[in-house]
């Protein structure tokens, strides 16, 4: 079965909480959760006038082909509450497919691997926790090369271990 690698977040309500429920949900409709880092805290990215964000990965394994990811993730979302209200604004939870193996798939709904990872910090310190080895299938970079070079300057603090 393929590997997933997710990215989980949210800034508003309990955190912890939204996580966890989260995890529980991915883990009984996209596949088992094989390994989880520790739960990072960091300053809003992006849109700055917003409460911290609490940062999780998970690799997953899954049956589920990359669409069937995508559609069961924002299932997740709209179950947990989330509202897309504007971008990169506030959110309850928001799922991000990073990888899902070494495929490259870009489609107008969905782009593989993430194309933002490789900037943000607060990506990268999670994922290097979970695969530090794994090399991007596009920039051929393992993910502590990217963390090593990473030019995001925010402050990634882990919170809790897993």
């Known amino acids: 079965m ?20 989260a995890r529980e949900l991915l883990a009984s409709q996209i596949g088992p959760i094989t390994k989880s880092s520790g ?10 006038d917003q409460p911290a964000f609490l940062n999780q990965v998970l690799e997953l394994q ?4 990359p669409e ?9 979302e709209h179950e947990l509450g989330r509202v897309r209200q504007e971008h990169w604004g ?13 495929l490259v798939l870009q489609t107008q709904r969905l782009t593989i691997p993430h194309p933002q990872l490789h900037l943000r910090r607060f990506t990268l310190l999670p994922l290097a926790e979970v695969a ?22 925010l402050e990634v603090r882990l919170l809790e271990q897993p």
């Open 2 to 21: 393929p590997k997933l690698y997710l990215l989980l977040g949210g800034n508003l309500g309990d955190r912890i909480g939204y996580l966890t429920q």
């Open 39 to 48: 739960l990072y805290e960091t300053a809003a990215w992006g849109k700055t």
């Open 62 to 65: 899954t049956a589920l082909t």
């Open 68 to 76: 069937q990811v995508l559609q069961g993730i924002n299932q997740i």
């Open 90 to 102: 506030a959110r309850v939870i928001d799922i991000d497919i990073l990888f899902y193996d070494n």
């Open 132 to 153: 530090p080895s794994l090399t991007h299938p596009v920039l051929g970079i393992s993910i502590d090369d990217l963390l090593k070079n990473c030019p995001d300057p």
